[in-house]
């Protein structure tokens, strides 16, 4: 079946400095890959996305490439601001199916 | 253009209780899925609905059921709650099938349900 991999939080960062928050999955043939963010209180939203291999999905300064030889979709972020905090979730949406599967989330926290 | 709607904000319930979440998608959207977001658990897959049938549901027992209107609203109905349905509840919608497989899902704000 598929499943996604995160690294666990929180993550703990001042502000500037450089974020990598890993994922990895597992998946039959060739699946969409997805970063969302979701701030407190409120509900997802997508951040990035990847479809095919060695796409790389970018957005407000963050990054991900798609890395099917290392199944990974890892995020990153130059410089980090107070903004950023929140919980970041990978996902994966499987060919011929709709659905996304998710990673557990990775909370961000970012101090000034 | 509006975004997806949920309803209620917030439900309180107690044991053994129903409870009711809505949504409304996306202008244009005919596909609603609904996800459950328990503490400790991350977000996992519940139903899907596509032109008012139901596609895909994820291991979660009967006493979760839906279903979508003609106007592609959708309704999660919860039966006999148990403590453990505690969760956030979020719906998204999409395309659906005519969007292609892999079209964008976009995200309500989610309803909190509580079960006392």
């Known amino acids: 079946g598929n499943s996604v991999t995160q690294m666990e939080g929180p993550v703990t960062l001042s502000e500037e400095a450089f974020l990598t928050i890993n994922c990895t999955y597992t998946?039959?043939?060739?699946?969409?890959l997805f970063w969302y963010v979701q701030y407190p209180g409120e509900g997802l939203q997508l951040l990035l996305k990847a479809t095919k291999a060695d796409d790389k999905g970018s957005n407000k300064g963050f990054e991900a490439t798609y890395r099917k030889e290392t199944t990974s979709f890892h995020l990153e972020k130059g410089s980090v601001q107070v903004s950023d905090s929140a919980v970041y979730f990978c996902?994966?949406?499987?060919?011929?199916?709709?659905?996304?599967?998710f990673g557990k989330g990775t909370m961000l926290l970012v101090s000034p | 253009e509006a975004g997806v709607t949920q309803s209620p904000t917030h439900l309180i319930k107690t044991r053994g209780q129903q409870a009711t979440l809505r949504c409304s998608p996306i202008?244009?959207?005919?596909?609603v899925y609904w996800y459950q977001q328990a503490l400790g658990l991350g977000l996992q897959f519940l139903l899907w609905?596509?032109?008012?049938?139901?596609?895909n549901r994820g291991n979660f027992p009967p006493r979760f059921s839906g279903r979508q209107f003609p106007n592609y609203s959708s309704e999660l109905n919860v039966n006999a709650l148990e403590l453990e349905d505690s969760a956030l509840y979020l719906c998204a919608s999409s395309l659906g099938t005519s969007g292609g497989p892999r079209n964008e899902q976009f995200f309500g704000p989610g309803t909190r349900l509580t079960v006392l």
């Open positions: 202008s244009g959207h005919t596909s």
């Open positions: 609905y596509d032109e008012g049938e139901e596609r």
């Open positions: 996902a994966l949406m499987n060919s011929g199916y709709s659905t996304l599967t």
């Open positions: 998946a039959t043939g060739y699946p969409s």
